[in-house]
């Protein structure tokens, strides 16, 4: 069974640096680009990076957090990172890892309904 469980979350001010975490179990990682989500009260869900299901392949980021935000992957340890920093107040929200079985190397899904699998989220919130 395919798990995931985000953690890493609180409270920050703004300029500020959080290290989100996602830890997979139930599947062998190389065969599942992950990606990170962010959902704000009263918004929708919003892709906020991703990553192919090999280490050094390709990373995506919305426009909104390139330059300030960091998706990297341990393989071996099945766990995928969210390195945010400079954070802002517009970067509170609820955040999700998800995955998505592929059989390419080096897809990074951009559609929510491209992946079949989701953490619970953690709390992210930017504030002084």
């Known amino acids: 069974q395919v798990q995931l469980e985000e953690s890493g979350g609180g409270l920050v001010q703004p300029g500020g640096s959080l290290r989100l975490s996602c830890v997979a179990s139930g599947f062998a990682p190389e065969y599942y680009a992950i990606g990170w989500f962010r959902q704000a009260p009263g918004k929708e869900r919003e892709l906020v990076s991703c990553?192919?299901?090999?280490?050094?392949?390709?990373?995506y980021y919305a426009d909104s957090v390139k330059g300030r935000f960091t998706i990297s992957r341990e393989s071996s340890k099945n766990m995928v990172y969210l390195q945010m920093d400079s954070l802002k107040p517009e970067d509170t929200a609820v955040y999700y890892c998800?995955?998505?079985?592929?059989?390419?190397?080096?897809?990074?899904?951009?559609?929510?309904?491209?992946?079949?699998?989701w953490g619970q989220g953690t709390q992210v919130t930017v504030s002084s």
């Open positions: 998800a995955a998505k079985y592929t059989a390419s190397y080096f897809e990074t899904p951009r559609e929510q309904n491209e992946y079949d699998n």
């Open positions: 990553t192919s299901p090999r280490s050094d392949g390709y990373t």
